[in-house]
């Protein structure tokens, strides 16, 4: 016996042999497969419908407890995510007026109560969400699903599995804001009294598991639904409990000593002692990215499109991936290269110092006068990374080439403050750029939104009031586009735009990184910010 | 003594006034729109206004203020924005739990600080004596998020014989799974209050110890663990004055290790609240917290008269009685 295996004896003999054999989680059914999965949030997200807690908790309360109109298609990691259908079977929009949405739904879907999924419930839940005057209307709900209700104008019962949606506008952009609606049950919300805090407690909507047991800021235990209605997504696993744990290098020891088999982010310098311990790490690209977002404000430099394009070259992406642990790769635009709305740019994002030194000596700047221009970005926050050594090396890198950057660091709710606030916010002034990731899952909230002139905050979210009518046009086509093959094709064409235009500064996209226990078997790696937890299993 | 405990209690209620306006004012002195993390990205203008409306924050402050502690008087702390549970039904089981992890650490604490404070004060200018000054040193130096992750290193990953995080679940293991979870992060805790205390106690017993009494005591015969006795008597006091600060500060809540620890305490709850902007919850914790703090406090007070009768006689003289 060795000595790390005698003291480990030792010890365990002589300090707790009585209890040796339990483990942290709670007992259950012997021979259940249960997957223990270590959030990095800090509470259950709400469990009512519309999760609360951002993508994560749609990702592991949304998803697997609801069901929209629309879903993700999980299955394959080989290209960005889908829509594929969900509660609706199919649609139509009228070729006409193309404000009037027809969803044909899905027969034979019950909620996790028994009750049955119909037109009658699509429009309680839209109530829900939009009519103040209803009984079930939950203004938490609404704060949640904020950004999935624009546009909408009407809704009707066609007949039991028919309803018509109409809209304020022609917007084909309501496809993707569908998928974010999700369906609780009426008959469960009557049977608790009208108390959403007690639906909370027992939900009750269409997903793939439903839940056993919240224990409020620690778990969620959630089991398989096995009536699920679509029969591929039925959970191979038993159980799935969900903890809040905050602390990245709490997941990390969790799942090192065996109480926890999968956790979310965990940090790039622990990657190596978690190989080496046989956990799997997976990671793929995903629709994030880690941007610059640029003022054009009428005070700000990047007017020039020089500048714009010599702080592009100027950074040495594959020496920051590598400062990252490899858990990103380098950004060549909004969305990654390999994405369908990438489209053909001209303007090719790389490092090329020598090329930023002549496009900067050509705009007037040089040595002897440096372009002086202040960054505003988070020390932490959903999405941003490891903010202050990237920001620090993007700042030695562009300092290489003529720039001279200010870093201003606030707290995250603070930064989203400064964005809501536009780039010619009195508390902006003088910034000219902002370090704030973006989610690019639909491409009304990752590019229209950020794109398009009419977009200045509060209506959307052109921080820095870019301006442009051809990216304006290019936005219009797209949205209204409505077959989506084609409206593919025109935001391939509004990115290339914007990418010549060097719009923004693009810098890296997220690996999003996760950490497996050798047992689990099945996950595929989704160019998603949401996973398919069905398809696990256990070897 | 009853004048005495009322008038304390009487103290009490400027300085809760006080908390409450300054647990309000945090909230909107921290940099942001308290609103913002309540409406998503994207959300349309007239959506958000409904938001605020719906939340109240469309107010002017003073009558959002008055609102909350209307409420907070009838024992309403609102509801948590994110999980719309009632913040009290999140506050109390909060409590409970970081009382659980305080009450332990605090008696860790006593057992380590007061034998090993007492010891280093009789072996003064001993190897023992610099030892145990050294020990409380480090105790107090050490930042007690890094001892409870090298605890959780050494403990759950290497020898993995202590759970790292959470605390189990009482109704479906046994008393003994629960206390395992204790373990780690009690011993975090103890440090700082155990090198506190330990100094504090042997200061005081090192002073007493030269004081003419317990010669006086020695020379009648008294045998030495009732002089003994006599010593921790006088010593009692102060220690117990640090004592009350150090489990009100723990009571408090510690943020890092419970966090460190995934224990659902006060810290733990105030970490995440904070980071999921969910502003009734840290009011209502930090008021809760500051009450407890000041009541502790009160507490001690009383103790402290209880055992030392100079403190009465000197109340008396001054009229402090009256």
């Given at each position: 016996?060795?000595?790390?295996?005698?003291?480990?004896?030792g010890?365990?003999?002589?300090?707790?042999?009585?209890?040796?054999?339990?483990?942290m989680?709670?007992?259950?059914?012997?021979g259940?497969?249960?997957?223990?999965?270590?959030?990095?949030l800090?509470?259950?997200?709400?469990?009512?419908?519309?999760?609360?807690?951002?993508?994560?908790?749609?990702?592991?309360?949304?998803?697997?407890?609801?069901?929209?109109?629309?879903?993700?298609?999980?299955?394959?990691?080989?290209?960005?995510?889908?829509?594929?259908?969900?509660?609706?079977?199919?649609?139509?929009?009228?070729?006409?007026?193309?404000?009037?949405?027809?969803?044909?739904?899905?027969?034979?879907?019950?909620?996790?109560?028994?009750?049955?999924?119909?037109a009658?419930?699509?429009?309680?839940?839209?109530?829900?969400l939009?009519?103040?005057?209803?009984?079930?209307?939950?203004?938490?709900?609404?704060?949640?699903?904020?950004?999935?209700?624009?546009?909408?104008?009407?809704?009707?019962?066609?007949?039991?599995?028919?309803?018509?949606?109409?809209?304020?506008?022609?917007?084909?952009?309501?496809?993707?804001?569908?998928?974010?609606?999700?369906?609780?049950?009426?008959?469960?919300?009557?049977?608790?009294?009208?108390?959403?805090?007690?639906?909370?407690?027992?939900?009750?909507?269409?997903?793939?598991?439903?839940?056993?047991?919240?224990?409020?800021?620690?778990?969620?235990?959630?089991v398989?639904?096995?009536?699920?209605?679509?029969?591929?997504?039925?959970?191979?696993?038993?159980r799935?409990?969900?903890?809040?744990m905050?602390?990245?290098?709490?997941?990390?020891?969790?799942?090192?000593?065996?109480?926890?088999?999968?956790?979310?982010?965990?940090?790039?310098?622990?990657?190596?002692r978690?190989?080496?311990?046989?956990?799997?790490?997976?990671?793929?690209?995903?629709?994030?990215?880690?941007?610059?977002?640029?003022?054009?404000?009428?005070?700000?430099?990047?007017?020039?499109i020089?500048?714009?394009?010599?702080?592009?070259?100027?950074?040495?992406?594959?020496?920051?991936?590598?400062?990252?642990g490899?858990?990103?790769?380098?950004?060549?635009?909004?969305?990654?290269?390999?994405?369908?709305?990438?489209?053909?740019?001209?303007?090719?994002?790389?490092?090329?110092?020598?090329?930023?030194?002549?496009?900067?000596t050509?705009?007037?700047?040089?040595?002897?006068?440096?372009?002086?221009?202040?960054?505003?970005?988070?020390?932490?926050?959903?999405?941003?990374?490891?903010?202050?050594?990237?920001?620090?090396?993007?700042?030695?890198?562009?300092?290489?080439?003529?720039?001279?950057?200010?870093?201003?660091?606030?707290?995250?709710?603070?930064?989203?403050?400064?964005?809501?606030?536009?780039?010619?916010?009195?508390?902006?002034?003088?910034?000219?750029?902002?370090?704030?990731?973006?989610?690019?899952?639909d491409?009304?909230?990752?590019?229209?939104s950020?794109?398009?002139?009419?977009?200045?905050?509060?209506?959307?979210?052109?921080?820095?009031?870019?301006?442009?009518?051809?990216?304006?046009?290019?936005?219009?086509?797209?949205?209204?586009?409505?077959d989506?093959?084609?409206?593919?094709?025109?935001?391939?064409?509004?990115?290339?735009?914007?990418?010549?235009?060097?719009?923004?500064?693009?810098?890296?996209?997220?690996?999003?990184?996760?950490?497996?226990?050798?047992?689990?078997?099945?996950?595929?790696?989704?160019?998603?910010?949401?996973v398919?937890?069905?398809?696990?299993?256990?070897? | 003594?009853?004048?005495?405990v009322?008038?304390?209690l009487?103290?009490?209620?400027?300085?809760?006034?006080?908390?409450?306006?300054?647990?309000?004012?945090?909230?909107?002195?921290?940099?942001?729109?308290?609103?913002?993390?309540?409406?998503?990205?994207?959300?349309?203008?007239?959506?958000?206004?409904?938001?605020?409306?719906?939340?109240?924050?469309?107010?002017?402050?003073?009558?959002?203020?008055?609102?909350?502690?209307?409420r907070?008087?009838?024992?309403?702390?609102?509801?948590?924005?994110?999980?719309?549970?009632?913040?009290?039904?999140?506050?109390?089981?909060a409590?409970?739990?970081?009382?659980?992890?305080?009450?332990?650490?605090?008696?860790?604490?006593?057992?380590?600080?007061?034998?090993?404070?007492?010891?280093?004060?009789?072996?003064?200018?001993?190897?023992?004596?610099?030892?145990?000054?050294?020990?409380?040193?480090?105790?107090?130096?050490?930042?007690?998020?890094?001892?409870?992750?090298?605890?959780?290193?050494?403990?759950?990953?290497?020898?993995?014989?202590?759970?790292?995080?959470?605390?189990?679940?009482?109704?479906?293991?046994?008393?003994?799974?629960?206390?395992?979870?204790?373990?780690?992060?009690?011993?975090?805790?103890?440090?700082?209050?155990?090198?506190?205390?330990?100094?504090?106690?042997?200061?005081?017993?090192?002073?007493?110890?030269?004081?003419?009494?317990?010669?006086?005591?020695?020379?009648?015969?008294?045998?030495?663990?009732?002089?003994?006795?006599h010593?921790?008597?006088?010593?009692?006091?102060?220690?117990?004055?640090?004592?009350?600060?150090?489990?009100?500060?723990?009571?408090?809540?510690?943020?890092?290790?419970?966090?460190?620890?995934?224990?659902?305490?006060?810290?733990?709850?105030?970490?995440?609240?904070?980071?999921?902007?969910?502003?009734?919850?840290?009011?209502?914790?930090?008021?809760?917290?500051?009450?407890?703090?000041?009541?502790?406090?009160?507490?001690?007070?009383?103790?402290?008269?209880?055992?030392?009768?100079?403190?009465?006689?000197?109340?008396?003289?001054?009229?402090?009685?009256?």
């Open positions: 016996m060795d000595r790390r295996a005698f003291l480990k004896t010890a365990s003999a002589a300090l707790f042999p009585a209890v040796q054999h339990l483990g989680t709670p007992g259950r059914a012997a259940e497969k249960v997957l223990r999965l270590a959030m990095t800090g509470d259950i997200p709400l469990t009512t419908g519309q999760p609360s807690q951002g993508a994560e908790g749609i990702r592991f309360i949304g998803l697997t407890l609801y069901d929209s109109m629309f879903g993700w298609d999980l299955s394959r990691s080989d290209q960005a995510a889908k829509l594929i259908p969900g509660l609706a079977e199919s649609y139509s929009v009228d070729p006409d007026t193309k404000t009037l949405w027809t969803f044909n739904l899905r027969r034979a879907v019950k909620f996790h109560d028994g009750s049955g999924f119909n009658d419930a699509v429009l309680w839940n839209l109530d829900k939009l009519n103040k005057g209803t009984p079930q209307f939950d203004p938490i709900q609404v704060a949640m699903a904020g950004s999935y209700l624009a546009g909408i104008k009407s809704y009707r019962k066609i007949d039991d599995y028919t309803v018509a949606i109409t809209t304020n506008e022609p917007d084909a952009m309501l496809y993707y804001r569908l998928a974010g609606i999700n369906f609780s049950s009426p008959e469960r919300w009557k049977e608790v009294g009208g108390d959403w805090g007690k639906f909370a407690e027992r939900p009750s909507g269409t997903g793939p598991w439903m839940l056993e047991k919240l224990v409020p800021r620690t778990r969620a235990e959630l398989r639904n096995p009536n699920y209605w679509d029969r591929e997504r039925i959970p191979k696993l038993d799935l409990i969900l903890f809040a905050p602390d990245a290098n709490t997941r990390v020891a969790a799942l090192l000593s065996g109480e926890i088999d999968w956790v979310e982010a965990p940090p790039p310098d622990t990657v190596p978690l190989k080496q311990q046989g956990m799997q790490v997976v990671s793929n690209v995903y629709p994030h990215v880690w941007p610059y977002w640029l003022s054009y404000t009428a005070d700000s430099p990047f007017h020039d020089r500048l714009r394009k010599a702080a592009n070259l100027a950074i040495d992406r594959e020496g920051l991936c590598q400062l990252l490899g858990l990103a790769i380098p950004a060549r635009g909004q969305v990654d290269a390999s994405h369908r709305w990438f489209g053909k740019p001209a303007f090719e994002i790389k490092y090329d110092p020598a090329a930023a030194r002549k496009l900067m050509e705009a007037g700047y040089g040595p002897a006068r440096r372009c002086k221009v202040k960054f505003l970005t988070s020390n932490a926050g959903s999405g941003q990374m490891q903010p202050l050594p990237m920001n620090e090396f993007v700042q030695e890198n562009l300092g290489q080439v003529g720039f001279e950057v200010e870093i201003e660091v606030v707290d995250w709710e603070a930064l989203r403050a400064r964005r809501r606030a536009r780039a010619d916010g009195a508390e902006n002034k003088g910034v000219y750029g902002l370090n704030n990731s973006w989610s690019l899952m491409p009304d909230f990752g590019l229209l950020v794109i398009h002139s009419k977009n200045a905050p509060p209506v959307g979210n052109n921080w820095g009031l870019y301006n442009d009518p051809i990216a304006d046009a290019l936005c219009d086509k797209a949205r209204l586009e409505f989506i093959d084609r409206q593919d094709q025109a935001l391939a064409a509004l990115h290339q735009y914007i990418v010549d235009q060097a719009m923004w500064i693009w810098v890296v996209h997220d690996l999003n990184p996760r950490a497996l226990a050798p047992k689990l078997k099945g996950f595929v790696p989704a160019q998603a910010w949401y398919n937890l069905s398809a696990l299993d256990m070897a | 003594m009853l004048l005495f009322l008038k304390r009487v103290y009490v209620l400027p300085i809760a006034l006080g908390v409450s306006l300054i647990c309000f004012a945090l909230i909107y002195l921290a940099p942001g729109d308290p609103a913002s993390a309540l409406i998503p990205d994207n959300t349309p203008p007239a959506v958000a206004a409904q938001i605020r409306q719906a939340y109240g924050l469309d107010k002017p402050l003073p009558v959002q203020y008055l609102r909350w502690l209307g907070v008087l009838t024992g309403d702390f609102g509801l948590s924005l994110s999980t719309r549970r009632p913040v009290i039904s999140e506050v109390i089981p409590m409970g739990n970081t009382f659980k992890l305080a009450g332990g650490a605090i008696l860790l604490a006593c057992i380590c600080g007061i034998a090993f404070g007492t010891r280093a004060a009789y072996r003064s200018g001993r190897a023992a004596d610099r030892l145990i000054g050294a020990a409380a040193i480090a105790g107090i130096s050490v930042p007690q998020y890094w001892l409870g992750m090298v605890l959780v290193v050494l403990f759950s990953v290497n020898l993995g014989i202590l759970p790292a995080t959470g605390m189990g679940d009482i109704k479906s293991e046994s008393l003994l799974a629960e206390l395992r979870h204790l373990i780690l992060p009690t011993i975090a805790l103890t440090v700082v209050p155990a090198g506190l205390i330990a100094r504090s106690v042997r200061s005081t017993v090192g002073e007493i110890l030269g004081q003419e009494f317990v010669q006086t005591l020695h020379a009648n015969g008294l045998p030495p663990s009732r002089v003994f006795l010593i921790m008597k006088n010593a009692a006091p102060p220690a117990l004055a640090v004592i009350g600060l150090e489990f009100a500060r723990l009571l408090g809540g510690s943020i890092l290790v419970e966090t460190v620890f995934s224990w659902p305490g006060t810290g733990f709850l105030l970490n995440s609240a904070i980071f999921t902007r969910d502003l009734t919850v840290v009011q209502g914790t930090v008021l809760a917290l500051a009450m407890f703090f000041v009541l502790t406090n009160v507490l001690v007070d009383v103790l402290q008269m209880l055992l030392d009768p100079r403190f009465k006689r000197a109340r008396a003289a001054s009229g402090a009685w009256q």
